[in-house]
């Protein structure tokens, strides 16, 4: 690490709002055809390492910290509160709990199964999520719906598993009403995640855009409080253009919270550490966002690789891609203030002129007027690589 050049410091960390997930710091390497190679860990060690870094925030699964027979039990309240001194005394707070409606055998059929007794069940796993919320301080409640959706065909009626899922979202937010109004404070952010597979082969919300559908579906209670967790990493496995998708989110002002990886498109979710894989992409990403005035939170979904051990998943994982990320977020405020793409993308927004004395609407007319002009997308585009590299600072390389 010290031949890489070493980091930015703690405090310089701690000033954007990045959070730790205690699952990406706990991940012990394990997944179906992968035995475990790290030791299991809990939330003292992870909040206090992540503290150590400077990642400021924490979010976890309720199941991550809390047993799933203890859920809603004075064991959980137990435990929340040795959560909630562990944090205050890191000084790291909790930004977001999510509800885990994916692993146990409880949801083989899914949070919005056929069966009433499974959905109350859920209903009574989100609730409790949107309590625990509220006791650790956090302001946004994630839903990876994860097995919302099928392995074999006909099994299930589609329109009606979508009904009973909104039912669990509604029983969320009424929860969270009713919670926040006893303690005269506000309600969270309840953000959707899609995921387009895995676990399940086929989902029911595969999308970003699926989930934006949902929300406007008319069959939530309270739709302006639900909006998306998109995770950059999910929006590529469909193949999506991840930019275009949180572009969409931005219109709908429904982007809430933002899950941060990277990997592979149209491949399974191997939640790379960001910027691993497309950092020309993630500038891109940053720039619209930060154009946006959106600043997080900014979550850090990644598995530290199998090949890292339990030392270096605190002293290069987790600091090397909080650190990849503030170099992007600092580059994308270069590029948008950068002169030369400034003065490009205003040429291009002023148009090509159309002589007066040649007819306004002749499509040939216009085709001359911009042919020279459109040669800068591509002049903003390499602009954007030099930005990435270094190279509007100076960097050369020669071939001598
Ligand atoms: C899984 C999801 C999960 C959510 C939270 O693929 O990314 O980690 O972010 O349940
Ligand atoms: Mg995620
Ligand atoms: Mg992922």
Known sequence: MNACGGGYSPETRRRYFISGPQWAAAYPGHALFHAPTRPEIGFGEVIRKYAEIGIGYWSTHDTDVIPTAALGKDAQWEIAGRIGKTLAANGVRCSMI?????HHAVWAAGPA???PAIREYAKFRVRNTVDLAHELGAGFAVYWPGTLGYLVQGAIEETETLRWYAEAINAACERDIEVARALGGTTLKHCLEAKPFEPQAE??????????????SGMLTHPEMVGLNPEYLHELMWGAAVRAALARALVAGKLFHFDINDGYRLKHDVDIGVGLVNPLDWLNVLVLLRSHGFEGPFNLDFKPPRTTSQFGVFEV???TAVDRFITLWEMAGEAISDPVIKEATEALKAGG???DSEDQMDAEALTRAHRELLTLHEVIAHRLVQILIGQHRGRV???K
């Open 317 to 319: 994982s987790f600091p």
């Open 98 to 102: 999510t509800a885990e409606t994916f």
């Open 353 to 355: 002129l159309v002589a």
């Open 113 to 115: 199964a056929e069966s």
């Open 203 to 216: 989902i029911l919300l595969p999308t970003s855009d699926a989930m934006l559908a949902f929300i406007g």
């Open 397 to 399: 390389f020669s071939t």
